[in-house]
């Protein structure tokens, strides 16, 4: 695609190819963050980038941790994938989305 084409919000698992997968990862993640990869963080791209990281409870509530700010509409895409991500873990039980703090 055309490198101005915005990429849609994604959840990752813990260990994703994505991240793991290359050698140079600085296409994907910023050198400040590039531990996650290693260490199993699930985490949240934004255009793209790592951007965040996410958990989740017993209740399916998901918790979106910001690396960086994020913008009020990248927080809203941000939301409305997680609220898809929730339903999916919980057998449509729950869309609970919390995103804390950006930094």
């Known amino acids: 695609p055309d490198p ?3 990429a849609p919000v994604r959840f990752l698992p813990a260990f994703d190819n994505a991240v793991l997968g ?3 990862r600085g296409r994907i993640i910023d050198d ?3 531990g996650l990869s290693v260490a199993g963080e699930r985490v949240v791209l934004v255009d793209g980038r790592v951007s965040a990281t996410w958990t ?3 209740d399916a509530t998901v918790t979106v941790t910001p690396l960086r700010r994020l913008s009020r509409t990248e927080r809203s895409d941000v939301a409305e994938e997680g609220r898809a991500l929730a339903l999916f873990l919980s057998d449509k039980e729950s869309d609970r989305v919390e995103i804390t703090e950006n930094p």
């Open 4 to 6: 101005d084409t915005p």
């Open 22 to 24: 290359y050698q140079y």
């Open 56 to 58: 989740t409870d017993r």
């Open 32 to 34: 400040a963050h590039r």
